[in-house]
């Protein structure tokens, strides 16, 4: 395989080699979703809950009747990918492959030079959340900008997207990157972006609970992002001594990522769990969490309803089958079908343009 996305159309390669090699490495896999089963503690939990007062992240109901529950947790570790950056993978690592419609979730902390040089996209969109710093991307189309704290990049890749993102702030630069799956009717569209500066999402604060609403609803507040894959994604703040209640469509596949503090999440009587964990949640219509310590709790809350596809994965290059994935790398080496753009890119891209 490796040799087959070497062996260019193109006539010149001054693209860095090594990068795209630790770049691209193949997984295949078939989406699957937790099973739907019911937790041994449910019926006692449901007593406890009404002990409780919260803070009810969507409508006025006061509990759910399936409450979600974890079902596995996950320590992203720091791990090398692009040049010289560090991320922690949680949703996308050995442990948590199919969290269907969710490829990847990357917290990265980045400082100069290191960096993502460029790289191809093509059948999924990755949302960029920056936490603190500055990222500045541009793409072989002539899309340009910068994120900074708070900031929302939301790329759907569809057909293809070459693109860098580079770290703009000096220190460390850090956020989150999501990887979500497009449903195989989308996965070839045009590609697009949805951008939204920090004083563009909608924030909601009430009994001790800030929420940021990225995408889907929260408190009665939709995002203005449209998503090709139906995803909500929450970024909750919970102070010392609060709690909130989310309501999550009941078949989607959800999961937490604790970015700081710790918290206690599903079940009052589960164990605190601290920061770079991601929790993947049972099916249910709801999750509750509880912050019992003295420091601020940060999570982001993430629900996709299941595309329940194949899924054929070549590192940047996710599809349903073999020869899609075949395709993607032609296309890619021979700048057609959507990297068409790459011929003409005066970047550090391998295609020359027509002289
Ligand atoms: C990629 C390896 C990579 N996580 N977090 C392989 F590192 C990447 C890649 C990123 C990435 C970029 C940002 Cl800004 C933040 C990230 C991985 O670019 F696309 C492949 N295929
Ligand atoms: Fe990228």
Not at 174 to 199: A, D, F, H, T
Not at 291 to 320: H, S
């Amino acid at each position: 395989m490796m040799m087959s996305i070497m062996s260019s159309c193109c006539s010149s390669i001054n693209y860095s080699t090594l990068f795209r090699s630790s770049m691209i490495k193949q997984t295949t896999s078939i989406a699957c979703f937790p099973p739907l089963c019911c937790h041994p503690k449910a019926k006692r939990y449901w007593f406890i809950k009404s002990r409780y007062k919260s803070a009810m992240g969507d409508d006025e109901t006061q509990s759910f009747q399936n409450p979600r529950y974890v079902i596995k947790k996950v320590l992203a570790r720091p791990q090398h990918e692009g040049n010289g950056a560090i991320v922690r993978r949680s949703i996308g690592r050995g442990e948590l492959k199919n969290l269907d419609p969710f490829l990847m979730l990357d917290e990265f902390s980045v400082s100069a030079p290191a960096g993502f040089p460029d790289h191809p996209h093509r059948g999924f969109e990755t949302v960029t959340y920056m936490l603190e710093g500055a990222f500045t991307h541009q793409d072989f189309a002539g899309h340009k900008g910068t994120i900074r704290a708070g900031d929302l990049q939301w790329m759907t890749a569809g057909k293809g997207i070459i693109h860098s993102e580079m770290p703009a702030a000096p220190g460390e630069n850090k956020g989150l990157q999501l990887w979500i799956n497009l449903s195989s009717k989308n996965k070839m569209m045009e590609p697009r972006y949805q951008e939204l500066k920090r004083e563009d999402i909608s924030e909601v604060k009430r009994e001790g609970v800030t929420v940021r609403i990225i995408a889907g609803e929260s408190f009665g507040v939709q995002s203005p992002v449209y998503t090709q894959t139906p995803t909500m994604y929450l970024d909750f703040t919970l102070s010392p001594g609060s709690q909130v209640q989310q309501r999550i469509p009941e078949s989607w596949s959800a999961f937490v990522y604790i970015v700081e503090g710790e918290g206690v999440f599903g079940e009052p009587s589960a164990a605190a769990v601290g920061s770079h964990h991601a929790l993947v949640l049972s099916p249910g219509d709801g999750v509750e969490v509880w912050n019992r310590a003295a420091k601020p709790l940060r999570f982001v809350l993430l629900g996709g309803q299941p595309l329940m596809e194949p899924v054929v994965q070549y590192g940047p290059f996710v599809m349903n089958t073999q020869a899609e994935i075949e395709q993607a790398i032609e296309d890619f080496n021979c700048c057609k079908n959507g990297f068409d753009k790459g011929k003409f890119w005066a970047s550090l891209m391998k295609c020359e343009g027509p002289n």
